[in-house]
C-alpha cells in the first residue's frame, strides 16, 4: 500500500523518498489565488449528510466531538474524501471486502467524470459501486480561520491521510491545471525561490507536515493530537475611561488577550500618545504623537530596560514631549538607540536622545531620498544575525530589506517578540516606492522572516500582531496575487504606461490613493523586469519575448 494522505483541505502524503505531499495549482483564470498550488478542497456540499449511510470506522457523534462541533463533523470528512475525488482522481473508499478502488475501476473514470459534470451523486455512486467511506483512516490536522483583513475568508478544518497505492493522482484540468507530489520541506524551499505560488493556510499546514519523516508518524501525531477549537469570543478591556468589550476582528484583540490573559478587563483597546504600555517583563511602548494616513495612531517607540540601562527602538520624530517622556520613563539612563530604519517618522528623535544622554546610536545610514533622516549618523552598524545583549534578553539583529534598503528588524528572542518597524503594519500594506524600495529584496526577507522563531509582532504603528506568521504569510500572499494581477493587467492592456496598468491592477483602491498605488505598481514591474519577465521599451510596459 502507498503511504499518502488526501483531505476537506486533505493534505495527501505518500511514503518514497520520505513524506511527500500532493498538491494541485489552481487555473489561472480563478478569481482567487489564480495559479497557486493548493491542497486538494472545497466547501461541504448539502447532500454530504445523506452519504453517512455509506460511511463506517466513525459515528457523526464521535466525529464532532473531535471538530467541536454540535453536529456535522463526518459530513466535513465526506467533503474532505469527495472533493479528494473530484479534483485529484485520488477515491478513499472501501469494496464489502475492505478492498480499496484499483486504478482500472470504473468509479476513478467513468464515475469521476459523472460526479464532476453534476450527472450524478457522491452517495449515487458508493451505491452504485457497493463502496463505502472508511472516515477512521483520515485524521483532523488543523483548523484555519482566515485573519482579518484577507480579501477573502474562510474557515476551513485540514485532514491528512493515506493516499490508495494503486491509484494515480490526475488534476480536472478546469478548476486545476497541474498536480505534483514533494516533499514538505522542498514545497517550501521551492516557494521561496518564487517556483511555486501558495497561500498562507497552505503554508502553515506545510510547516507543520515537514517536521514528519513518514505518513506513519504524521498521522499517529493526528490521531493523537487533533487541534484544539476555542471559540473567538469578545474580550473586556478598557476605551475612553470605560469597560469596553473588544471584538475577534478589532485591532486591538491580539493585545488585549496577551496582556490581560484572566480577563479581567484592565488592558487598554485605543493607543494613547505618551501612555506606556508594558508587553512583556523589561519591555514597554509608548507610542508619539503623529498620528497620519501613513502612520496610523503615530510612530511605537519600544522602551528596554532594568531600572538600571535601557535602549530605546525607535525614538520616532524629533518631538521634544515625547522624547522626554522616554527619557522620564528610563529615569534619564539610555545607553543605546536602536532605529529599524530612517525614515522621518522614525529616527530623528535619536539624535535629541543622544545629545542629552550620550547613548550610542545603532543602525545603519540613511540612503537618498527626500523621506530619509539624513542626520542620522550610527555610532554602530549591526549585522544581520548579530546579537546584541539588553537589560530585557538577546535581541537578534535582522537586515529586511525592500520597504528601505537600510530597514532592520529586532528580534527579542526570550519573548519571542520582533519589533518589526515598517516591516508589517497593522491594517494596511507597506508602500514599497522605488528607487530605494524593492519589491524582490521585500518578499524575499518576508520569506526569511518566515524561518525565524516569534509568535507576536511589534510592529512600528498600532498594536501588537498576533499569530506572526500567518500575518507574514498573508503579506506574501497579498504582494504575489496583486503581483499577478499587474501582470493580468498588462497582458489584457499592454504595451500600457505605469499610470494606465495602476488604474486596472489597482482598481479596488480609491482614486485618491492611485498615486501611492502607482510607486507600489512600478515596483513590481521593477521586480518582474528583473525576473525577466517584462521590460520598458518607448516608456511603456511589455511582456519579453526572448
Not at 530623528?348 to 540613511?366: D, E, M, N, Y
Not at 518589526?420 to 519589491?439: E, F, K, R, Y
Amino acid at each position: 500500500m502507498r503511504d499518502t494522505p488526501c483531505r476537506d483541505s486533505c493534505p495527501g502524503a505518500r511514503q518514497r523518498r520520505g513524506l511527500e505531499v500532493l498538491l494541485l495549482q489552481r487555473t489561472w483564470q480563478a478569481a482567487f489565488l489564480p495559479g497557486y498550488f493548493v491542497f486538494p478542497g472545497g466547501a461541504v456540499d448539502p447532500q454530504d449528510p445523506d452519504v453517512r449511510a455509506f460511511a463506517s470506522g466513525r459515528d457523526d457523534a464521535a466525529i464532532s466531538q473531535t471538530l467541536s462541533l454540535d453536529e456535522g463533523g463526518a459530513d466535513y470528512m465526506i467533503a474532505a474524501l469527495r472533493e479528494c475525488f473530484e479534483e485529484a482522481g485520488l477515491l478513499l473508499a472501501v469494496d464489502g471486502q475492505g478492498h480499496l478502488p484499483p486504478a482500472d475501476h470504473p468509479v476513478l473514470s467513468e464515475g469521476r467524470e459523472s460526479l464532476r459534470r453534476e450527472e450524478t451523486s457522491f452517495r449515487a455512486l458508493c451505491e452504485r459501486y457497493g463502496l463505502g467511506l472508511p472516515l477512521d483512516r483520515l485524521a483532523y490536522l488543523g483548523h484555519w480561520v482566515t485573519p482579518r483583513g484577507a480579501p477573502r475568508r474562510f474557515d476551513t478544518r485540514f485532514f491528512v491521510a493515506l493516499a490508495p497505492s494503486d491509484q494515480q493522482a490526475s488534476h480536472d484540468g478546469s478548476e486545476t491545471i497541474d498536480h505534483l507530489w514533494r516533499t514538505p520541506a522542498r514545497v517550501l524551499s521551492d516557494h521561496r525561490q518564487g517556483r511555486l505560488s501558495l497561500g498562507y493556510p497552505t503554508l502553515r499546514t506545510l510547516r507543520l507536515l515537514a517536521d514528519f519523516s513518514t505518513a506513519e508518524a504524521l498521522l499517529r501525531y493526528a490521531h493523537a493530537n487533533p487541534p484544539t477549537h476555542h471559540p473567538s469570543r469578545p474580550w473586556p478591556a478598557r476605551k475612553g475611561g470605560a469597560a469596553w468589550q473588544v471584538e475577534p476582528d478589532a485591532p486591538a484583540y491580539a493585545e488585549v488577550r496577551r496582556l490581560d490573559p484572566q480577563r479581567q478587563g484592565t488592558a487598554s483597546a485605543e493607543i494613547e500618545p505618551g501612555r506606556a504600555v508594558e508587553l512583556a517583563p523589561g519591555v514597554s511602548r509608548v507610542t508619539a504623537p503623529n498620528p497620519g494616513a501613513m502612520t496610523g495612531p503615530g510612530t511605537n517607540s519600544y522602551l528596554l530596560g532594568d531600572g538600571d540601562d535601557h535602549l530605546v527602538i525607535d525614538p520616532g520624530p524629533e518631538q521634544p514631549a515625547h522624547l522626554q517622556r522616554l527619557l522620564e520613563l528610563a529615569g534619564g539612563r539610555i545607553s543605546r538607540v536602536l532605529v529599524t530604519h530612517t525614515h522621518i517618522d522614525h529616527s530623528p528623535g535619536a539624535a535629541w536622545l543622544k545629545a542629552r544622554t550620550g547613548a550610542r546610536l545603532v543602525g545603519l545610514p540613511p540612503p537618498l531620498g527626500a523621506s530619509q533622516d539624513a542626520g542620522f549618523v550610527p555610532d554602530d552598524r549591526p549585522r544581520h544575525g548579530e546579537r546584541l545583549a539588553t537589560p530585557a534578553g538577546m535581541l537578534k539583529v535582522l537586515h529586511t530589506p525592500g520597504h528601505a534598503s537600510n530597514h532592520l528588524c529586532y528580534l527579542l528572542e526570550p519573548a519571542r517578540l520582533l519589533f518589526a518597524g515598517d516591516q508589517v503594519m497593522q491594517g494596511s500594506t507597506v508602500v514599497i516606492n522605488p528607487p530605494d524600495g524593492d519589491m524582490a529584496a521585500y518578499v524575499a526577507a518576508l520569506h526569511a522572516l518566515g524561518d525565524e522563531p516569534f509568535d507576536t509582532i511589534a510592529p512600528g504603528h498600532g498594536f501588537l500582531i498576533g499569530e506572526g506568521h500567518a500575518a507574514i504569510d498573508f503579506l506574501v500572499t497579498h504582494r504575489l496575487a496583486r503581483e499577478h494581477k499587474v501582470l493580468r493587467a498588462l497582458a489584457r492592456h499592454g504595451p500600457a504606461s505605469l499610470e494606465a496598468l495602476t488604474r486596472h491592477a489597482y482598481d479596488d483602491v480609491p482614486e485618491g490613493k492611485l498615486g501611492v498605488a502607482a510607486r507600489s505598481a512600478l515596483a513590481h514591474l521593477l521586480k518582474l523586469e528583473g525576473e525577466g519577465r517584462v521590460k520598458q521599451q518607448a516608456g511603456q510596459w511589455v511582456f519579453r519575448e526572448d
